[in-house]
């Protein structure tokens, strides 16, 4: 701190020297404290910055292993879905082929079925036919006998009227014998006993050759008829036979479109839909890192002015020393000049 002494001698500049370095220090102080405060700022900032960066990079992590997981979470369900989807599918494709099995199963029991009421339909028709040819033919022999019977009998009876009619006549002529009569008149009579009975015989035997015929006639029709019979007979057998083999045919036919439609009631076999594609790893942003600040360089003030205080003091002796002479000029007394001069010898002293 200066004196008032060198503040006398040099006019004040010596305070005004000492005020402007304090100052400087002070603006000094005040520059290193804003510098130390600004610094403290950045490093705060960088810090903080630094900080964000690791906040923002946990974050966007988090997000993305969130992200990851809930693909993953999504492929999961999907495959899910997909294997679900495939084992209903799966499910109905074995229940239709289990029902079009046992329809399949069933077609093959009606079929046997409807074979076996062909085959006793077929057996009842040629058994019936046989049956009728058999009636048939038993009525054609019993026919035929009672033909060849008629026949026999016929023969029989007119071999009876003959031979009944023979011994009619050898009695007649016996008789007339008998009774003694000769000559032309017995010729006569037995002749024509002889004749009555050949007419008779002739009568029976044109009899008999009539009832011949008509017997050969009805052994025609019977034979005829039994031809007839015979024919139809076959023709019903081949009837039944068409009728029988266009019956299997139909029900063969019903049993393959049968089979066809259980066939098609079963859908194509389903496959399992393609994998769904596995997530992957999201991408990772880059981070630049924080820039890294340096400490600038302190601020210092330039030195504080500072007043020569040699020419501070040559300038205040001086113009006390021309205040002494202008006071002495004046007549202002020896004693103001002495004492002037006293100061100025006394400042010249202190500087010389």
Do not use: C
């Amino acid at each position: 701190m200066a004196s008032w002494f060198e503040d006398l001698i040099t006019g004040g500049a010596a305070s005004r020297n000492e005020q402007a370095r304090k100052a400087r220090d002070i603006d000094q102080k005040n520059l290193d404290q804003m510098h130390s405060y600004n610094w403290g700022e950045t490093q705060r900032k960088y810090d903080y910055a630094v900080e964000g960066l690791e906040i923002t990079k946990r974050n966007t992590e988090k997000n993305l292993q969130f992200q990851e997981a809930e693909r993953e979470q999504q492929y999961d369900y999907g495959m899910g879905i997909r294997s679900y989807e495939h084992t209903q599918n799966m499910r109905v494709w074995d229940s239709q082929v289990s029902r079009a099995v046992q329809q399949q199963t069933f077609n093959e029991l009606a079929e046997g079925a409807a074979l076996v009421d062909q085959d006793r339909l077929i057996h009842e028709q040629l058994l019936s036919i046989s049956f009728d040819e058999t009636e048939t033919l038993l009525n054609y022999g019993a026919a035929a006998a009672g033909l060849g019977l008629k026949k026999r009998q016929a023969k029989a009876g007119a071999a009876t009227q003959a031979q009944a009619t023979r011994i009619s006549a050898l009695k007649a002529t016996g008789a007339a014998q008998a009774r003694g009569v000769a000559g032309r008149t017995a010729g006569k009579n037995i002749q024509g006993m002889v004749a009555e009975a050949g007419a008779r015989q002739a009568a029976i035997i044109d009899e008999l050759m009539f009832n011949l015929e008509g017997t050969d006639m009805d052994f025609l029709r019977l034979n005829n008829q039994f031809a007839i019979d015979q024919v139809a007979f076959e023709t019903s057998r081949e009837s039944a036979r068409m009728s029988d083999v266009v019956a299997r045919t139909k029900i063969k036919q019903q049993s393959l479109q049968a089979a066809i439609d259980a066939a098609a009631s079963i859908s194509i076999k389903p496959e399992i839909a393609p994998p769904l594609p596995k997530p992957f790893a999201l991408p990772r942003p880059e981070f630049q890192d924080i820039y890294v600040p340096k400490e600038p360089p302190k601020g210092m003030l330039a030195p504080a002015a500072q007043e020569n205080l040699f020419a501070a003091g040559l300038s205040t002796v001086g113009g006390m020393a021309a205040s002494a002479f202008t006071a002495g000029m004046t007549g202002q007394g020896v004693g103001a000049n002495f004492r002037g001069f006293n100061w100025g010898k006394a400042g010249l002293g202190i500087f010389g």
